[in-house]
């Protein structure tokens, strides 16, 4: 018996499955994936409406031809949702075909070439085509996404392009080049940061280029893997160097007690966590700007590489390439910053003990230190620093506040009003600006954050000991109340939270597969 079939019998299920399966006489077939879709299956020969389209898309149907017994068939990959739907007789008889959940979309994409997907723009059969015009075009697609990451996925036959949209790699926006292609787009993506292709398995360098008319700036990051090579490009977006914290979406409590850190410590240290994306570079980048009101602060910044060029202040890349002697890494630097006299020390990231110690020495001789650390909490930052061998009463005298950062999906302008309350609901048909990123109803993230003031209020190092604190569940719920985000994005947030789970990298599709559950009841 397939496994699918034991788990819906555990589930008490079962007896439904087997009755329709006996009233409707329907046969089930079982197929390994895409392969066989594409040996087997063409598109039904039944006129299909746009709003059939919508509907098998959102509920996981996939209407076929069967070209060798000649007949319609329904491609499911769990039937229990779906015989509830009114989809017999126009596109099947009496057979269902399962495949793999996870060769559903490319077997959709494959039968329904998706009209929201964007082209590369470029033929790639073409001998004629350069490597520039590759790279090129593959920004633009990126661009238009609006994604904040493109991945290169070296594969067994091609190399796999997927596309980081608010969080998500979108699945139906993947492309795939050949290897031969993939290895030239790899050298000229190198050769775009000035740094020596074939002495260098792994880099993290940045380069910049002309997109949608504009100079775009690119992280890029290359690592030798074991088919090939991992590459990651980040989007450096344009972020104003003077912009408010109001500005990047905080909300007024959270802001009131940034403020307040800022203002009231001309030493100490400042710390930004989160997962990586979750802003913290802009969010410190902001606390500068609001810091240096007046143009009169030494500001000295050492990053992994500079990310945001901010005129007036120092700006230094960590640069391990070449003889040692010559290395520029965040202990050296910091080192060299004290003989500088600065104001302000901002350090693009805490990674081991040494780069904590230095931390902890240049606030302790007055100095106003910002940085981040990879944690999920204000709680857990703290036990970081413990971890890294940071002594309790430098923490005690020195961590003056902890800002942790999220980013939740938001509604789209589409979204519904719930009552005469302030709240809305996502609109499960979206619009053309949700659709083609893949979750309708949904557009963009909104920054959550918890914030404490902590300088010597650690007796315990609990935060209900904090001067001052703000809860991201607070402020879910303020966002919530006001319409920013549905009940459905909060609840997965809270539930996340309730497991030790800081993240909502799932929480769209969480989101999703519910709103298919209820649908079909």
């Known amino acids: 018996m397939n496994k699918r079939f034991d788990l819906l019998r555990e589930k008490g299920q079962w007896d439904f499955f087997d009755k329709i399966i006996q009233e409707n006489s329907i046969s089930i077939d079982y197929i390994r994936g895409i392969d066989d879709i594409k040996e087997k299956y063409t598109l039904t020969k039944e006129s299909i409406t ?27 990959t769990s039937i229990m949702r779906r015989m509830k739907k009114d989809i017999h007789g126009k596109f099947f008889n009496k057979r269902v075909i399962m495949i793999p959940d996870n060769d559903f979309i490319a077997s959709f994409d494959f039968l329904f070439p998706d009209e929201n997907k964007l082209s590369l723009d470029i033929e790639l059969n073409d001998s004629n085509l ?24 070296w594969r067994k036959d091609n190399v796999c392009i997927r596309y980081r949209v608010a ?17 030239n787009v790899r050298i000229g993506l190198i050769n775009k940061t000035s740094k020596e292709v074939y002495n260098i398995q792994t880099i993290n360098a940045k380069f910049s280029t002309k997109i949608a008319n ?29 912009e408010t914290l109001e500005d990047i979406g905080f909300m007024e409590k959270p802001t009131s007690i940034i403020r307040d850190i800022i203002n009231e410590n001309r030493y100490g240290m400042f710390l930004f966590t989160g997962p990586t994306g979750s802003g913290k570079t802009t969010a410190l980048y902001t606390v500068i700007h609001e810091i240096d009101t007046t143009k009169d602060l ?23 390439q070449g003889e040692k002697e010559n290395h520029v890494t965040y202990t050296s630097a910091i080192i060299e910053f004290l003989r500088q006299d600065p104001d302000i020390i901002l350090i693009g990231e805490l990674r081991g003990e040494s780069e904590v110690q230095q931390a902890g020495r240049a606030s302790l001789t007055g100095h ?26 430098i923490v005690e005298d020195t961590l003056c506040g902890i800002a942790s950062l999220n980013l939740i999906p938001k509604l789209c302008d589409c979204k519904i009003k719930v009552g005469k309350t302030k709240k809305f609901k996502m609109n499960i048909n979206g619009c053309e600006k949700c659709v083609p990123f893949g979750y309708p109803g949904y557009h963009g993230r909104v920054p959550i954050i918890e914030v404490a003031r902590t300088k010597f209020m650690l007796d315990n190092f609990k935060k209900e000991n904090f001067k001052d604190y703000y809860s991201k569940e607070d402020n879910i719920i303020y966002l919530l109340e006001n319409g920013v985000v549905d009940r459905e994005t909060a609840d997965a947030y809270l539930k996340n939270e309730e497991n030790g789970i800081n993240t909502l990298s799932n929480a769209t599709k969480e989101i999703w597969d519910d709103v298919i559950k209820k649908g079909v009841n």
Request: aromatic share 8%; charged share 25%; glycine share 2%.
């Open 368 to 393: 106003f230190v910002l940085s981040t650390l990879h944690t999920n909490d204000v709680e857990s930052t703290i036990l970081r620093l413990f971890d890294l061998n940071m002594a309790k009463d």
């Open 214 to 242: 504009k100079d775009q700036e690119y992280r890029l990051s290359v690592m030798k893997s074991v088919s090939g090579f991992s590459i990651v490009i980040r989007h450096l977006h344009d972020v104003s160097t003077n």
């Open 167 to 183: 969080g998500h790699l979108l699945s139906e926006q993947e492309d795939s080049i050949p290897l031969d292609i993939a290895e």
């Open 50 to 76: 746009p709003e059939e389209i919508h509907h098998f898309k959102k509920f996981a149907i996939l209407p076929a031809y069967d070209t060798i017994n000649q007949e319609n068939v329904i491609i499911v």
């Open 298 to 320: 030494a500001i000295k910044t050492i990053e992994d590489p500079v990310e945001i060029y901010y005129e007036g202040i120092d700006q230094v890349s960590v640069n391990t």
């Open 130 to 153: 350069k490597t520039s015009s590759i790279i090129t075009s593959i920004l633009n697609k990126a661009y238009r996404l609006e994604a904040s990451d493109i991945h290169f996925n």
